[in-house]
């Protein structure tokens, strides 16, 4: 690039900054801003040559590409690092002809008596001395070439033994796979040195020390831009300019570290860190670029940080924000900020949450839920009801992980922001969801059930959370799950049998057959009135409560709304409050004239009709007086008449003429038992002691005439209800069985004597001869007297297990104490030998609750129970280990007294 200078007069000595090394012989200098971008120079170096560097291919031009000349790189950067962004004083001796360069000699510092660099690439030995047109009688030009000797002697740089091919870079102009690339990478830290600024927010750099040319855009900002309209003429927005040099002057040339995070086309996404700092920061600060959503997403190095740093900018009104007016927000503190119960939730991204003061439906800040698609409606079937919550690819499932995750949990709130009524839809106040410091939000989009929204760059209407978001849709897109799966969505074929009499009868048959269905209780009509969808029929039924006649709420027919009847809203809530959302089991019995169902619904083992008659919202019908539940629902509503609740409030007892006294005192009648088998209910199977002998000697002359005459496989066909004798699969030994159940080539069998169940095979069980069946049944159901369960099912399991381990295979003194309709006999259990109470044990060490009866008789051991509970909750020890969860969280909690 250099030539040998022609004589001329000596030049006058001007100043600047380096703002880029171009070769080991030529720089960009800057010179002093005088009311706008200052004006650089190009200064070549005087009667020296450098390696020329490698220049990338130009598209249009064919064999345009060049390679390193040997040395040129390592020239250029013992030049860039000695000399770029520092003061240098230069004079200009000539300018060449033509081509306009400037040739002449650099000085490191403000004046000519800083060093000189022409001679300090020589001495490095990276140049070469031009040697034609050198003055022999002028000792600077002639110091050139000693030191180019001394170079050559001292084997320096391109003088040494090293290989040329060593010191040629292997560049990687294009990168052919920019996604792979990236994730090879794993958003560490890669040294680079900046070549090129197009704009304030995108770099071109070498990366180190593989040298692959990459173009990076910075990560979640955009600063003004030059680009060109129509014509071909260049726009340049506001600030674009100042915004380059802002960048420019600080990056340019600079060693400097990439964080590679995204993609975007064939251009890499990425944060640039200076030593000094992140530079989107700082543009983002100084009012020269802006956060943008669409690769906020991919910030590794906390987009806060971005956020913030624009907040300060828009506060300040700097620059591009020079025209801001912050928005502002209405709702007070106590507004703003809240914590309630999920009762409902109402699609993909919106619930109902009640509080102190009512229910309040609310929204998923900047949550896109999945939408339908725009579908030919020229093929639709206009007979097929419109189902959004099935037919929306995914929505059943956003809708099925926010209910399992939320329903009657106490969730916190965070309004975001209160989107206004628009074309026909009422206002919505959209909030951040947090529940055990989880984002509900966040979650949903993470596992691709949802999307981000993307909003204008001058509306802050949004999730205070909304760089967590993208960043987690970014992850679901990567992982591409749910929405954004490549495979097929799944289909929810889906048989609405609500008001369809032929097909209700269709289905009605197989639903009696299966017994108790799981279901799912999606709306309720009124307090005996639901809407479920049964999972495994893969149908919509309306429900009829069985057994109740209830109130019912106010309802729309022929037009106009039909008043409630007297406690119906009240029946109503009480049911949305027990089953909305929640997995129930349900008995189908029937169906009447209009297609709808009857039969039993249970949650958590809580039969509805029962609950409903107990709380005085319904009376028991005389349909009910041929189910298994009739003696259960005419107790309740005795209870409830004698309680005067509700419905029940004007009652008055009928007068009779006879009142026979509560017996006073507790009969005590000991017998000795040895527990053989506790249930998932916590009822237990005992065997009398003194029955033991005549049960072993039967048992013992069964197995005997089992192995004399083993039966033949198949020969006996079980049937339920059969008694029968069956191999327990333990010992291999042969039992007194009753047959539960026969599924094909399986058998559920109650070995009657012990109360243990098992599923065998059907060449495991035999005819029991009639010999063996004139002995009752050894094995007595029993349950714990003065006792509740805890209704948490881990608390419930852990329960068992120490009921198990307590009494199982041990004997103990059984007295019956009281009976209740359609349960065991309920007793208490003695240990023989210190006479203490099992059941007051097991509340003392805090795995069972103490009942509260009324029964005289029963008052001290009632009060003995409450005592070793008052013991276990203040030593907060098991269901007591989080504190008192029976006063005001009772309800939430399933507790009941």
Not at 532 to 542: A, F, R, V
Request: glycine share 6%.
């Amino acid at each position: 690039m250099s030539a040998a200078a022609p004589p001329q007069q000596p030049a006058s000595i001007q100043r600047g900054i380096v703002k880029q090394v171009l070769s080991g012989d030529a720089l960009v200098i800057r010179g002093q801003p005088k009311g706008g971008p200052p004006p650089e120079r190009t200064i070549c170096f005087s009667n020296i040559q450098a390696p020329k560097l490698a220049r990338r291919a130009n598209p249009n031009v064919e064999g345009s590409e060049t390679k390193d000349e040997p040395w040129a790189w390592e020239a250029r950067e013992f030049l860039r690092k000695k000399v770029i962004g520092k003061e240098v004083a230069f004079t200009v001796e000539y300018k060449a002809p033509g081509t306009g360069r400037e040739y002449g000699c650099v000085y490191l510092g403000k004046d000519t008596s800083g060093e000189n660099l022409t001679e300090a690439m020589i001495m490095e030995g990276f140049v070469e001395v031009r040697k034609m047109g050198l003055k022999s009688d002028d000792p600077a030009q002639q110091r050139l070439i000693q030191l180019e000797e001394a170079a050559t002697q001292a084997k320096k740089g391109k003088f040494g033994d090293s290989k040329d091919s060593e010191h040629v870079r292997d560049i990687k102009w294009v990168i052919e796979n920019p996604r792979h690339f990236v994730d090879s990478h794993h958003n560490k830290p890669i040294d680079a040195v900046i070549e090129h600024v197009r704009d304030g927010c995108t770099v071109r750099a070498f990366l180190l020390p593989t040298f692959e040319y990459v173009t990076v855009m910075l990560s979640g900002i955009k600063c003004p831009m030059f680009r060109q309209d129509s014509e071909g003429k260049q726009i340049v927005e506001p600030f674009a300019e100042e915004a380059r040099f802002y960048t420019e002057s600080r990056l340019l040339q600079r060693d400097i570290q990439i964080i590679l995070e995204g993609v975007s086309n064939q251009n890499l996404l990425g944060t640039v860190v200076h030593p000094n700092g992140n530079i989107a920061e700082v543009l983002l600060r100084e009012g020269f670029a802006r956060c943008v959503d669409w690769s906020m997403g991919v910030v590794t190095c906390g987009a806060e940080k971005l956020r913030s740093a624009e907040k300060v900018a828009k506060e300040k009104k700097a620059r591009i924000w020079k025209d801001y007016t912050p928005s502002t927000s209405s709702l007070n503190l106590k507004e703003k900020s809240f914590s309630g119960k999920v009762v409902e939730v109402v699609g993909g991204d919106s619930m109902l949450i009640k509080l102190d003061s009512g229910y309040k439906k609310i929204f998923l800040s900047s949550i896109k839920p999945p939408r339908a698609q725009n579908q030919d409606n020229e093929n639709k079937d206009p007979k097929q009801r419109s189902r959004p919550l099935y037919d929306v690819p995914y929505l059943f499932e956003a809708r099925e992980f926010l209910r399992k995750k939320l329903t009657g949990k106490k969730v916190n709130v965070e309004v975001d922001y209160v989107q206004p009524a628009n074309q026909g839809f009422p206002e919505k106040t959209c909030c951040t969801v947090t529940i055990g410091g989880i984002n509900v939000g966040e979650a949903i989009i993470s596992k691709g059930l949802a999307t981000v929204i993307r909003y204008r760059q001058d509306d802050d209407q949004r999730s205070a959370h909304y760089d967590l978001l993208l960043a987690a849709e970014a992850r679901a897109q990567k992982k591409m799950v749910g929405l954004h799966a490549k495979k097929d969505a799944p289909i929810h074929r889906v048989a609405d049998l609500s008001g369809d009499v032929m097909k209700s009868k269709q289905f009605l048959p197989s639903l009696q057959r299966a017994g108790k269905t799981e279901g799912l209780v999606e709306f309720i009509a009124s307090g005996s009135r639901l809407r479920l969808y049964l999972p495994k029929s893969t149908c919509l039924i309306t429900l009829l409560v069985s057994g109740i006649d209830c109130p019912r709420g106010s309802r729309p027919q022929g037009g106009v709304t039909v008043p409630a009847d007297l406690f119906g809203e009240e029946a109503l809530a009480f049911t949305k409050e027990l089953c909305l959302q929640r997995e129930v089991n349900v008995e189908v019995e029937t169906i009447d004239k209009g297609g709808n169902f009857i039969g039993w619904l249970f949650v958590d083992d809580i039969n509805l009709s029962v609950s409903l008659v107990e709380a005085g919202l319904a009376k028991v019908h005389f349909s009910a007086e041929r189910s298994n539940y009739y003696k259960v629902l005419q107790a309740a509503e005795d209870k409830a008449k004698k309680e005067k609740l509700n419905i029940w409030s004007n009652y008055e007892e009928p007068k009779e003429e006879e009142i026979k006294e509560e017996p006073t005192d507790r009969k005590i009648s000991y017998k000795t038992v040895i527990v053989t088998e506790v249930t998932e209910a916590l009822t237990f199977y005992v065997q009398n002691v003194d029955n033991g002998p005549q049960l072993e000697k039967m048992m013992e002359q069964l197995r005997q005439d089992m192995e004399t005459n083993p039966p033949l496989p198949g020969a006996y066909k079980p049937k339920t209800g059969d008694l029968c004798a069956a191999k327990f699969s333990a010992d291999g030994q042969w039992y007194r069985a009753k047959v539960l159940r026969v599924d094909g080539v399986t058998v559920t069998v109650k070995f009657i004597d012990y109360g243990n169940k098992e599923v065998a095979s059907t060449s495991d069980v035999a005819t029991l001869p009639s010999s063996y069946q004139t002995l009752p049944a050894q094995a007595v159901e029993y349950s714990l007297a003065c006792v509740a369960l805890p209704s948490d099912p881990d608390a419930k399991r852990d329960a068992e297990d120490a009921l198990f381990n307590e009494i199982v295979n041990k004997q103990f003194s059984l007295n019956v104490e009281y009976k209740s309709p359609g349960m065991p006999e309920h007793a208490s259990l003695q240990y023989p030998d210190t006479k203490d109470d099992v059941a007051q044990s097991l509340i003392s060490q805090g795995y069972l609750l103490a009942e509260r009866r009324r029964e005289r008789r029963l008052a001290k051991m009632v009060g003995d129970y409450a005592k070793a509970q008052e013991k276990a909750k203040s030593e907060r020890r098991n269901l007591w280990r989080y504190g008192d969860f029976t006063e005001d969280d009772a309800k939430e909690f399933g507790y009941k007294r």
